[in-house]
């Protein structure tokens, strides 16, 4: 599904360049959960960002579903990332003025679906995620792990074939981190959504299939479970 070769990513940091990512290899199959773990700066969230096409790489390619992505503009990127990638943030970057049903039918209006098959979509996603009776509320008036359930089913709602998120319990107590993590990797189990999750808690990147470590921009280990 996915094939890194040779990635690279620099940043110019005053006079300091900084390799975010150094030479990057990874293959990636479909409906793989993997974890990606490494210290603070050592290129996680950059290596997301290239995968979830927010960010370009300075060389190497990127191949995904076949497509050399180096070859895209920018409006062809931005077809793909919405049509085949959800993005879930620690931060949960909802819009704050939207309700949660209005939040999860950000995407589909952004495509164009009718409205009744909108609604259609927005209640069965409210419904997967337990949050049908928070429809009308305001992400202010929401818990913590209530937001990042929002924020999975905005992710969801275009039915991506893969799911980054960068940090999702990272703002919050164990309790709401399990339910996040859980309803992630019911995802992953049942629809086959290939995830990608960067954490820095070690309990839960051992529940993943593949864990790869990071550090200074390179992976430093790769391992799947027996
Ligand atoms: P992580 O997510 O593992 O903490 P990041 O991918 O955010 O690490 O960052 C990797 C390195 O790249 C860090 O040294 C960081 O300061 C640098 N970096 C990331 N994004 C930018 C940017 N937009 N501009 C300059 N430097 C950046
Ligand atoms: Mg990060």
């Not at 191949?63 to 085949?84: M, N």
């Amino acid at each position: 599904m996915i094939a890194l070769q040779g990635i690279t990513r620099h940043f110019q940091l005053g006079e300091q360049p900084v390799c975010a990512l150094e030479q990057i290899n990874l293959t990636i199959t479909s409906g793989e959960y993997i974890a990606v773990m490494g210290p603070s700066g050592s290129g996680k969230s950059t290596l997301l960002n290239v995968l979830g096409l927010l960010d370009r790489p300075d060389s190497g390619h990127y191949l995904l579903d076949g497509t050399d992505t180096a070859q895209l503009g920018e409006r062809e990127l931005a077809t793909l990332r919405s049509r085949r990638i959800g993005f879930v943030f620690q931060s949960f970057h909802l819009v704050p003025r939207l309700s949660a049903r209005e939040n999860i039918e950000l995407p589909l209006m952004l495509s164009g679906m009718a409205p009744a098959l909108r609604r259609q979509r927005v209640d069965a996603l409210l419904e997967g995620l337990a949050l049908s009776n928070r429809a009308g509320h305001k992400p202010a008036e929401l818990s913590g792990g209530q937001r990042q359930r929002v924020a999975i089913g905005r992710a969801m709602a275009m039915s991506p074939a893969l799911l980054l998120a960068d940090e999702p319990t990272g703002n919050l107590d164990s309790h709401s981190g399990e339910e996040v993590m859980a309803l992630l990797e019911t995802l992953n189990r049942q629809q086959g959504i290939t995830l990608i999750v960067v954490t820095h808690d070690e309990r839960l990147g051992a529940r993943a299939g593949r864990q790869i470590r990071m550090n200074d921009g390179r992976i430093v280990q790769d391992r799947s479970a027996p």
